[in-house]
């Protein structure tokens, strides 16, 4: 009996400190609740059936508001509710900000053999972000990525991925990013078409931005975070090396997706450690 639900943020974290208050069709605050270290509120507390509407609010998140059933049985089951960062709907002031590779990860995952998959990342990365003051669309994102850093957890693997038959790094010591535009594709997301360079080839990527919001740090400093996906081809950056093995299946996909989790801290450089 009561009410069940699990607070998140747009990347999927719980949120502990989130208040959880339904009301009835009067507007009459029924039930009060917190949520707990996973984000979760479990009451216990018998609703009559009906509707209510449920409201979340948490310190530093937009509130949001959903509409709940209550059964017969006494049991309103609202689900997860997502919270977006206060601000979210925005992007963050303008002017410089420059990533933070400490706090930021890159990686990318494909298949193998068909069944599982290979979860790598590049451990030596940087880049700055340009808010447009007055035309947001004409922001700027630019990146750089150290081939040679790439790291699977597997020593074998990554000297493979390093050699000409993947990332040739010997000749190709960057992978860089330039976005070109920036359109809207929600309230707080985006699509930043620009060109990635890797292995000495050129294509348009297109990259699907989430903006999680804009907040102090405990350096004095203030950071905006992001998450992106991409979807990559390897043929089309003229990485064609692949092992086919007995029935067809080849050992590693030619598709990888890409992960982004991203800090930035505003200014053109980093602060000093």
Known sequence: MGLTAKIRTRDGWAVSHAVVTVTDMTGTQVLRAETDAEGAVRDATELTPGAYTVIVTAVGYAPAASSAIVTASGRAEVGTVTLARQGGTEL???????????????A???????ISSVHGRFTEFGGTIEIAPDDVTKSRVEAVIRAASVDTGNGMRDTHLKSGDFLD???HPEITYRSTGLTSAGSDRWTVHGELSMHGVVRPVDLDLAYLGTGADP???TRAAFRATAELHREDFAMNYNQVLQAGIAAIGTTLKVELDIQAVQGDSLPQA
Do not use: F
């Open 92 to 106: 963050p002031p303008p002017g410089p900000w420059t990533i933070d590779p400490v706090h930021s990860s890159v």
């Open 219 to 221: 350096w004095g400093g």
């Open 169 to 171: 790094v010997e000749t």
């Open 108 to 114: 990318a995952v494909a298949q193998h053999l068909g």
